[in-house]
């Protein structure tokens, strides 16, 4: 399988867990945090002119995480956003903290309704330093990270078809106590 060129100016996008959970992160932020005129995931360019106040996100380091058993990779995800407005408001370095902190809101506990995706962990947020081409914009950073499952699950025992498996425990097992077993589901 040829894989597709990435160093297009137009790549096509490849579907897949990050890609719906990017989609989802936007969507979601859209819908929660009206405030900002635009939240945008790995901008092209960071420019004059862009609509303020912004938010900008995007995956900024994988790490492995625990090997949850079943077939799938889990990956540590770091996020990084930089919510950014204009340097002239009234208060800008405030405004931009209470963004800040409306994002921080937004990301308690939050998995972006995907099976697939751990809650988020490590929340913090600090002041951001800007290239000199911004210096009208104040903001703040804020980073946190996600337990991210990738692939499909895999049930490695051919024989056996999935829900075959289960448990019980002493007294309460052996031949008469079968009505006694539990599936691992029940134990949960």
Request: aromatic residues 8%; proline residues 11%; contains cysteine.
């Amino acid at each position: 399988m040829q894989e597709p060129p990435i160093s297009s100016d137009d790549p096509p996008v490849i579907p897949g867990e990050l890609k719906q959970l990017h989609d989802a992160m936007t969507a979601t932020l859209q819908a929660n945090l009206p405030q900002f005129q635009l939240i945008e995931a790995y901008p092209k360019l960071i420019k004059e002119g862009m609509k303020l106040p912004a938010l900008l996100y995007a995956a900024t380091n994988f790490a492995p995480g625990d090997d949850p058993g079943d077939g799938r990779l889990c990956l540590k995800v770091t996020f990084e956003a930089l919510v950014m407005l204009e340097s002239s408001r009234a208060l800008a370095p405030l405004q931009a903290a209470v963004l800040a902190s409306k994002l921080m809101q937004q990301l308690r506990l939050q998995h972006w309704d995907m099976d697939f995706v751990g809650p988020t962990e490590n929340v913090e947020a600090m002041p951001a330093e800007f290239a000199p081409q911004l210096a009208r914009c104040v903001g703040w950073a804020v980073q946190w990270q996600q337990d991210v499952y990738l692939g499909e699950t895999e049930w490695p025992w051919e024989n056996e078809p999935p829900g075959s498996l289960v448990f019980a425990f002493d007294p309460d097992s052996g031949p008469g106590n079968e009505g006694q077993y539990r599936e691992p589901e029940a134990l949960a």
